[in-house]
Every structure is written in C-alpha cells, then in structure tokens.
C-alpha cells in the first residue's frame, strides 16, 4: 500500500518570507495524483495544488509552487510571500486514478510568524 | 450553494448512544467518502460509496455503517458510541468517471465528542 511521508511535524516563518514543507511517497506504480491539502484552524479542508505524476513541468498555483521529484518520490510545497492567512496544517496527499481513495501524510503544522 | 454540506457541526453524546452524520453534495459528483481525523490531526479513509455502491471500506468496527441513499447523501451512523470514537468526521466526494486523480472536495467537519 502507498505511504505518505510529512517529515516536519512543525514550522514556522516570518511574514513576507519563504518557507518548503517536504513530502516523500512510496509507490510501485507510475501514474498517480498527487495534492496538498491545508486545514486551517476553522477545520475546513482546502485544496492548494495538485500534481499529475505524468507532468514533469511542477504545479503552480499563485503564492504556492511544488518541487516534484518522480525518481525520488518527493513532492514538496513552496509557499512564497508567506501570509499570517497561511497559518495552518498542510497535508501531502496522494492517490490513483478511478474509485480510490486520498491517502493523507500526517500534516505539518505551519505558523506564520508577524 | 455549499457543495459538500455536512450536519451537525458537533455532536455531544454519551457512552452507549447511537448517532448519526449526514452528508450530501451538490457537485453531481459519483463518489463519496467518510474520514476520520483523530486527535492527533491524522487523516484517515474509512468508507468510500460510488453511484451508492460501496467500494472501500477499511478496518473499522461493524458500530459503522455507512448508508447512501442516492449518489448525492452518504450518511453516518455509529451504534453504541465508545470514547475512541471522539474524533472529527469529514465527507468528501469526488468525481471520478472518465477522470484520472480528481481532488477530493471536502465537507467542514462533525467534531464527535463521547462523554
């Protein structure tokens, strides 16, 4: 079964500045999805960005940029121009095409720090 | 106009009760999914329904049962509350046919609290 690796269970960064929160994933198949997901603490959970495993241009999404590496399984978030807004839990999300589910990473908590 | 509405919000109850979670979608989405999110923030699939048939549903005590009525409602009901159920419960759905790794859209959450 595929695993998602979130390796900083916390972080923190100044206003204005920039901050990466690593993933890595195991999996033996090639095509896959992959997401990042934020949880604000009203709860909600918000799709940032996500990533076709068959792309090799990286996702953007304005603020937010990933870093995918396919042949080391790593899919990191970039968050530029860090908002106080930004303040959440971030989570790695991965998953296969058809009726399958999101398998999560256990988040990092990110703090944006005025 | 919320696509995945949820009810309730919270829900406090003793030992031994027996609840239920609603859920529905308005995105004409086929598959929908219940998540469990425990106190240490881990997110994890419980039960997933396409078109009202159930197609996933992992290592969770038979108390669970998931019902869906049609492709739009997955509902939620626990039998005989513990406290480990104390958890935040989320719905999600997402469209699938004909499309490869469509995001999940979530519902906002029911904070369980077993007393």
């Known amino acids: 079964a595929q695993t998602v690796t979130q390796s900083q269970p916390e972080m923190s960064v100044q206003e204005a500045e920039t901050v990466t929160l690593s993933c890595t994933y195991d999996t033996s198949e090639n095509n896959y999805y992959l997401f990042w997901y934020k949880q604000p603490p009203s709860r909600q959970m918000i799709l940032v960005i996500r990533q076709e495993a068959y792309k090799q241009q990286n996702a953007t999404e304005n603020r937010f940029s990933v870093n995918f590496q396919k042949a080391a399984k790593s899919f990191s978030l970039k968050i530029s121009d860090s908002q106080l807004g930004d303040t959440a839990m971030y989570f790695c999300?991965?998953?296969?095409?058809?009726?399958?589910?999101?398998?999560f990473g256990k988040g990092t908590r990110l703090s944006v720090i005025a | 106009d919320t696509a995945v509405s949820q009810t309730p919000k919270y829900l406090v109850t003793q030992m031994g009760n027996d609840k239920s979670i609603k859920c529905e979608q308005n995105?004409?989405?086929?598959?929908m999914y219940w998540y469990k999110q425990d106190s240490k923030k881990f997110l994890k699939i419980m039960f997933s329904y396409n078109n009202k048939e159930l197609i996933i549903n992992e290592t969770v005590p038979n108390r669970f049962s998931p019902k869906s009525p049609d492709k739009a409602h997955l509902n939620l009901h626990i039998n005989s509350l513990e406290l480990g159920d104390s958890a935040v419960y989320f719905c999600?759905?997402?469209?699938?046919?004909?499309?490869?790794?469509?995001?999940?859209?979530f519902g906002n959450g029911t904070r369980l609290t077993v007393t």
């Open positions: 999300a991965f998953r296969y095409s058809g009726n399958t589910p999101l398998v």
């Open positions: 999600a759905s997402s469209q699938d046919a004909g499309q490869g790794g469509s995001p999940l859209h």
């Open positions: 995105l004409g989405h086929d598959t």
